[in-house]
Every structure is written in structure tokens, then in C-alpha cells.
């Protein structure tokens, strides 16, 4: 994809590699040369944002969930298991929605993987939560308090032999496997593989292959409707890959609220060095997912960070300083964080404006923030988008709508740098409210 001296390249010649990778869409079969060109005009406004120039108008994205099924009279339950009407219920969203960027049906999931795995982190519709509303994390220590070294050690291990085994069912048997990195020498690898043949051992293997089938099933008619979508709408992908902060991988995924928010003061030295531990695994992660998608955005969901979680000084301690390593990390990759700012961050927007932080290379994408005084601090350094409250989208009025986008343009669409979009995802709205945000940041969002 890209050329032989890669690693040799600048940050700024790979965003460049990657923005043209993005642009010429070499791999989709377009349906028309019209197609094309809307395809490459869309790309070119959301640059254009990032790049903080002034393209031909606002360009609109969306957060969405669960509602495209729920707009078509699909459930969230036969979404996430069955794959034809998944598919046509995002068909008929992507036509009757269009805005700069396609809306992916990938963030759905696929409800037979989980069920082979018997997940135990989520409770889904069917599964736990009612057939009509979307799935649910079930927040647990997942690592406990004192497994802080067992995972700084060989997070790898952790993960295999640890964490998988908690929160998959299926896998718990892969708890009483030996690490990996002692398979070596002749004379220990017959021993070795002994643990390969227990037949608990081995039904959870037979479950993962299970489960990897389930997938590939899952992924060639989700895959399809993406590609039919891009080919036949000229909409681009926005989430090129995806990854995570290190505090949320630790708080969310591993110790859960409670024992995070315990730790940072019981144990402050531990979550420090397994916040370290977590920042390279981060940024590949971002390259690894990155390479499934052309655009070269990778989508951060950012949680524990915000004012209504932290101290200022627990938040300078504990969460920038690793977050921050991760961003630098992708962009020197010719990446673009596009990080979804959940919850509200006015107390901490000086920390997102920090100089170290290349102008141009980041969506702060905000949910709840001030969006006056987010453009007041990042304006000329990073695009911002959002905002339009869900709250708005669900009990206002398409006039209410109107009104609210045409103010936020014009407070916060300056010379560019911005994309408008809502601040929360979207599961159960009104379809006339959506129509009217799109409308109206169409009409209000021209610049002259």
C-alpha cells in the first residue's frame, strides 16, 4: 500500500501517503465517475477540516448506534444476529441520511460470536437487555488489585492467560495454560504441549474456532453493505482504526471505576507503571486496526478523563501524561486521533490545547464540552466537532434543531477547522430531527 522506505518517512510525509491513500480509493469499484467525484469531494471537505483550512462548507459526520436499524423496524436484537436485515437497514440509513462520511453497520457486533464466547463484559439485546435496546457493559475488576505486576510484566500473558478467561466463559479454561514464552528447547516441548491436550483445554480452542467462523460469516455480508454503501453513495469511511487511552484501557477494561479510582491513590506507583506499559501497546493498536480501513483517522473513545471523573491534578498525573505519548505516538505514524471527547472536558480543554500536539493532526470530537470556548483555545490548532445534544435530537423540534446548528456555526465554524456533528451516539431520536440537523448544516454551513 505504501512505499519501501516507509519507516524512513516523516510524520508529515506518511499523513500525506495516507491522505492520498484515502483520496484515490484504489480499491472501490465505484459505480459511476459522478460517484467517484463526490466520494473524492466529501474526502477533500473532512481534509480540509483536519488541515484547519476553509473547505466549501461545514462538513457533517455522525456518532450512531443503534438507530438506523430502529429507523428501518429492525430491533437491536435481529440486528446483531441477523445480517440481512443489519444490512439492509444501514443501506437504507447511509441513502436516507447521507451526510460526508459513511455510517458503519461494523459497530453493531456480531451477536453469535458473542454467544459461542458466552461473554460475560456485555449483556446484549436478547442476552440481557430487552430485545429493543442496545447492549451494556458489566463493569467488574477484571484484573485485581493485586495482579499490578503479573500484568506490567507480560501484558500478553495477562491477556491470555487472565483476563480472556474472565470475561469469555467459553475460555475460562485457558487459565490453567502455562505462559507461552516457556515453549522452547526440544527437551521441554513435548511436557510442554501435555497442558494442549486436556480436553477442557481443547474445547475452548474448538470454541475460538467456532467463534472465528461465526465471524467470517458476520464480516462478509457486514463488509459487503460497507463497500456497496462507498461504491453506490460515494460516502467515505471516518474511522480509519481505532484504539484506546491507556487510563480507560486500565480503568474500564481492567480494574473498573471503583478499583481505578482507588488505586490512584492506594497504589499511584502501579497505575503509573501500568499506564506506561499500556502506551505502546496503544499506538499499535491504532496501526494494527488502521489497516483495515483507508482513511487514516483512528477513532478514540476517551471516558474517565472527563470533569465529572477526575481532579484537575489526578487528571495532569494520571491520565494526560500517558494519553498524550499515545496521540504523539499515532500522529509520528501519519495518523489523525479522532477522539470522541465523551461527557464534558471545560476544565481540562488547556490540557487538549498543549504545544507539543502538531497543529492540524487531530479531531477533537466533544460530546458535552463548551463548544464557544473549545474553539476559544483550540481554534488554529485542532479541528473540533460536535455537538448537537441528543437530548435535542429526541424531545426538540426539527425548528429547535434548526435554530441550535445555525448558532453553533456561526459561533464556531470561523474560518474552518471544524466539522459539525452530534455530541452523543444515536440509538432512539427522532428521524425529522436528524433530517433537519443535516439541513440545516448544509444551508447555515456554506462558507463564502
Not at 33 to 41: C, F, I, P, S, T
Not at 250 to 275: E, S, Y
Not at 287 to 303: A, E, M, N, T
Not at 311 to 318: G, Y
Amino acid at each position: 500500500m505504501f512505499p519501501e522506505n516507509w519507516k524512513q518517512m516523516a510524520p508529515d510525509e506518511k499523513y500525506r501517503a495516507r491522505v492520498e491513500a484515502w483520496l484515490e480509493a484504489k480499491n472501490v469499484a465505484f459505480s459511476s465517475e459522478e460517484v467517484r467525484a463526490a466520494y473524492r469531494q466529501r474526502v477533500q471537505r473532512l481534509v480540509d477540516a483536519i488541515e484547519l483550512k476553509k473547505p466549501d462548507r461545514v462538513p457533517v459526520t455522525l456518532m450512531v448506534g443503534f438507530f438506523p436499524p430502529k429507523y428501518a423496524g429492525v430491533t437491536a436484537q435481529e440486528a446483531m444476529y441477523d445480517y440481512g436485515k443489519l444490512a439492509e437497514a444501514f443501506k437504507k440509513f447511509n441513502r436516507d441520511f447521507a451526510t460526508d462520511s459513511l455510517t458503519t453497520c461494523v459497530l453493531i457486533g456480531a451477536g453469535k460470536v458473542f454467544e459461542i464466547l458466552d461473554l460475560q463484559l456485555y449483556r446484549w439485546p436478547g442476552h440481557g437487555t430487552p430485545p429493543d435496546t442496545p447492549y451494556q457493559c458489566v463493569e467488574e475488576e477484571y484484573m485485581r488489585e493485586d495482579e499490578y505486576d503479573l500484568f506490567i510484566r507480560d501484558p500478553s500473558d495477562f491477556w491470555l492467560r487472565y483476563y480472556l478467561p474472565r470475561i469469555f466463559g467459553a475460555l475460562k479454561p485457558c487459565s490453567m495454560m502455562m505462559p507461552l514464552t516457556d515453549l522452547m528447547e526440544l527437551p521441554f516441548m513435548g511436557p510442554f504441549m501435555v497442558m494442549m491436550g486436556l480436553p477442557e483445554v481443547q474445547q475452548a480452542f474448538e470454541k475460538l474456532l467456532e467463534a472465528g467462523r461465526a465471524a467470517m460469516e458476520w464480516i462478509q455480508t457486514a463488509g459487503a453493505v460497507e463497500a456497496e454503501n462507498t461504491a453506490t453513495l460515494g460516502l467515505p469511511g471516518l474511522f480509519g482504526g481505532y484504539t484506546k487511552a491507556p487510563f480507560d484501557t486500565l480503568g474500564d477494561t481492567l480494574r473498573g471505576t471503583r478499583g481505578i479510582m482507588l488505586d490512584i491513590f492506594r497504589r499511584p506507583d502501579k497505575v503509573l507503571a501500568a499506564l506506561d506499559r499500556l502506551v505502546p501497546l496503544a499506538i499499535d493498536m491504532g496501526l494494527h486496526s488502521s489497516q483495515f480501513g483507508g482513511s487514516p483517522c483512528i477513532f478514540i473513545p476517551i471516558h474517565k478523563g472527563a470533569d465529572g471523573f477526575l481532579s484537575r491534578e489526578a487528571f495532569a498525573k494520571f491520565y494526560w501524561p500517558s494519553f498524550k505519548a499515545v496521540l504523539l505516538g499515532l500522529i509520528n505514524e501519519g495518523l489523525v486521533p479522532l477522539v470522541f471527547v465523551e461527557g464534558s472536558y471545560n476544565q481540562r480543554l488547556d490540557f487538549l490545547a498543549d504545544p507539543d500536539l502538531p497543529k492540524g493532526r487531530i479531531i477533537w470530537l466533544f460530546d458535552q464540552t463548551d463548544m464557544v470556548k473549545a474553539r476559544q483555545l483550540l481554534g488554529g490548532k485542532a479541528c473540533i466537532a460536535g455537538n448537537v445534544p441528543l437530548a435535542l435530537l429526541k424531545v426538540g423540534s426539527p425548528q429547535d434543531v434548526r435554530a441550535y446548528v445555525k448558532d453553533l456555526v456561526e459561533k464556531v465554524a470561523g474560518e474552518g477547522g471544524f466539522i459539525l456533528s452530534n455530541g452523543g451516539v444515536l440509538d432512539d431520536i427522532k428521524p425529522e430531527n436528524l433530517r433537519a440537523m443535516i439541513d440545516a448544516a448544509f444551508e447555515y454551513g456554506k462558507y463564502q
